[in-house]
Nanobody, 111 residues
């Protein structure tokens, strides 16, 4: 049973930055479809960004230009770099790969 673990969430002011990480022991993100999702308060979980197994990168329009998805060179860690954060980005963020989910990490944007 693979349990992905996210980290890097927290409280930041509007305009700030955070980098989320996702990893699991002996798990590689290489050659897999990998994604980040988020669940805003009172909303369903929604897709944020993804890297397909052939390398295509996509972003939800509201985060394009502010968020960047990547993996490390060895494929052991998935990242989501978030810049120019807005209060409406406040959510629980989840990573996903090969039908495995993380437990989520809370991101709160507030003054």
């Amino acid at each position: 049973q693979v349990q992905l673990v996210e980290s890097g969430g927290g409280l930041v002011q509007p305009g700030g930055s955070l980098r989320l990480s996702c990893a699991a022991p002996e798990f590689t993100f290489a050659n897999k479809d990998v994604r980040w999702y988020r669940q805003l308060p009172g909303k369903e979980r929604g897709w944020v960004s993804s890297i397909s197994r052939n390398g295509r990168v996509d972003y939800e329009p509201l985060v394009k230009g502010r968020f960047a998805i990547s993996t490390d060179d060895g494929g052991s860690t998935l990242y989501l770099q978030m810049k120019n954060l807005r209060p409406e980005d406040s959510a629980v963020y989840y990573c996903y790969a090969s039908e495995h989910w993380g437990q989520g990490t809370q991101v709160t944007i507030a003054s």
